[in-house]
């Protein structure tokens, strides 16, 4: 944005235009505000005061500048003004924003409390809308500081070009390339430095070994010594993954059954140049450890650092007897949203090829013998495995089925068949067709939803909390209120959630940030009861009566707990460690 200076012209009254970047503007204050407001009221997940805040200042600032653009462009066409009310405008214009601002900061504990309550978190302090405030107005004044050496920048560019074009053109050719040059910063200088730091940051985080968690040495676990994956080429989240999840014992002590000892194979990045010759170790590993002899085979593609949930795993070796074989391949070092912006072709080959070999040798094996074979993904693993088989390719020999929980709102397929639901069904939960190949569940499992109950030969389902924004982010939510906002929400969700013009955009944005802050089963955090279901839908889990399932899940919940109460975040099953 470029004043009256830059154009040459002030008014009679002496006055120069009141813009973003010079005075303070009376409508982008009044825009400010109410966009401000706007930023504090309810949306999916609970917000610490320091998010919340740098979101209000923020909303604040595009407020102030949209205001200012407007004021700016009125003045620029040469529009009819009235210069003798300007300062009781200007002062009746800060009045009314200052009471938008301290209305809207009075409810905006009980609106963070609407989000608190709906997953169960204890309310906010009074003294929480002070903290945000004080926040809103550090990030609005930088912002402010950052968009006056923006104007500076301008002001550099348009002043030579004046002497050889008319000042108009000059104005637009300097505003031009001044967003053109910090566009270029941005996103070619700045972004690429901060991805190779964090690149490495990851690399060296992912190398450590933790004492907790020692190589194994029995010859049928992956990393051990008789293993073809060295132990230290498994990367951080490799070992955890190996070395946690229960043992024969553990699942004996709950089922009062014989258990076997449940094979898990692991690829970390550095075990193999190539995502095939990863995926070519992984099935040699798998065949080593007898894998292809167990009655159920999941091939799970991880999240963006490669990690697994233990909750999905741990719980499906206990519904299955430990008589289960579980195969997963390292992609990225990055989490799961770097790992999208840096490399999303990554996920996607490794999930491709990783399942290429998988059901390339089971076909072959006898139909009677072979385990059934499953796909599962969290979030980006539950995007790059959807992305891991096509269809076509297996028609006459298809998998047995699929669970993919949290999966991004840049999930092709999830997105095609969220948008083709019967209709009169809910965005949030939707039903398609006739329920016998596709399913929606929540923490409620499948509730209202009128399936059978019969599958076909495959069964897929998708586990999604309403509260997730990394499922229901759209880019359209900054102009367009989402189906699922226009429906009754759910049970999990503020009943004061609203949606309001380019600020709600922000608010998910924010939203998938924090979306693993939140307790589990909610947001982005799937619980061990709800994944219980879902395999038990999946796998089609026979042996099994309701009181016992029931007994299964009181046990993680009692292991949630503890894991909490003695703050090993890393350590055990990892629970309360999240590595996507």
Not at 161 to 184: E, G, K, N, Q
Request: charged content about 20%.
């Amino acid at each position: 944005m470029v004043d009256n200076a830059m154009a040459g012209r002030k008014s009679k009254g002496g006055h120069v235009a009141t813009i973003a970047l010079g005075n303070l503007s009376r409508l982008g204050l009044l825009v400010g505000s109410l966009l401000f407001a706007s930023a504090l009221t309810p949306t999916l997940v609970p917000r610490d005061p320091l998010p919340q805040g740098a979101l209000a200042g923020l909303c604040f600032f595009i407020g102030y500048a949209i205001g200012a653009f407007v004021t700016w462009l009125w003045v620029y066409l040469g529009l009819p003004r009235i210069d003798r009310w300007q300062i009781a405008t200007r002062y009746a214009a800060a009045v009314i924003s200052l009471a938008c601002v301290v209305a809207a900061l009075w409810r905006s504990a009980d609106w963070q409390n609407s989000v608190r309550h709906a997953v169960g978190m204890p309310p906010v302090d009074s003294f929480n809308p002070f903290i945000v405030c004080g926040i809103a107005a550090v990030t609005f004044a930088v912002l402010l500081v950052l968009a006056r050496l923006a104007k500076g920048l301008a002001v550099v560019i348009d002043r030579p070009m004046r002497r050889y074009i008319p000042p108009r053109v000059a104005i637009t050719l300097a505003v031009t390339l001044t967003t053109v040059i910090l566009w270029s910063l941005a996103s070619d200088v700045l972004a690429r430095a901060v991805f190779r730091l964090l690149d490495a940051s990851y690399r060296q985080y992912d190398a450590l070994l933790e004492p907790e968690r020692p190589q194994p040495g029995e010859a049928q676990r992956t990393g051990s010594p008789s293993s073809l994956i060295s132990w230290n080429e498994l990367g951080r989240a490799g070992r955890e993954f190996v070395a946690s999840g229960p043992r024969a014992s553990d699942i004996g002590a709950i089922t009062e059954r014989p258990a076997l000892e449940p094979i898990r194979v692991y690829v970390g990045l550095q075990s193999e140049q190539t995502a095939e010759g990863r995926a070519r170790l992984a099935l040699e590993e798998l065949k080593r450890q007898g894998g292809f002899s167990r009655s159920v085979l999941i091939v799970i593609t991880p999240t963006g650092t490669g990690w697994v949930d233990p909750a999905a795993i741990d719980t499906v070796e206990y519904l299955h007897d430990g008589d289960i074989a579980s195969v997963a391949v390292q992609y990225s070092y990055l989490s799961s949203p770097l790992s999208l912006l840096a490399h999303p072709e990554y996920g996607a080959d490794t999930a491709r090829a990783l399942f290429s070999q998988i059901y390339s040798y089971w076909t072959k094996l006898p139909k009677e013998t072979r385990p059934k074979l499953y796909l599962y993904g969290l979030s980006l693993g539950a995007m790059n495995s959807q992305q891991s088989t096509r269809l076509f390719e297996m028609i006459d020999d298809p998998v047995q089925g699929a669970l993919w929980s949290g999966p991004p709102f840049t999930s092709a397929l999830w997105k095609s068949i969220t948008e083709e639901r019967n209709a009169g069904s809910l965005a949030s939960l939707p039903e398609f067709r006739d329920g016998r190949l596709i399913r929606f569940m929540n923490q409620d499992g499948f509730p209202g939803q009128e399936i059978p109950q019969t599958w076909g030969p495959l069964r897929i389902v998708y586990l999604q909390y309403a509260s997730d924004p990394i499922v229901f982010f759209s880019f359209e939510d900054f102009y367009r209120s989402p189906d699922w906002m226009r429906e009754p929400l759910a049970s999990d969700v503020s009943p004061q959630l609203r949606w309001y013009p380019i600020v709600t955009g922000f608010q998910l944005v924010l939203d998938m940030l924090v979306a693993n802050k939140t307790p589990m089963g909610f947001g982005h955090v799937y619980a061990p009861e709800h994944y219980i279901d879902a395999w038990v839908a999946v796998t089609d889990v026979r042996g099994w009566s309701q009181s016992q399932l029931a007994v299964l899940k009181r046990h993680f919940t009692v292991l949630q707990e503890t894991n909490a109460s003695s703050a090993k975040d890393d350590a055990g099953t990892g629970y309360e460690g999240r590595g996507d």
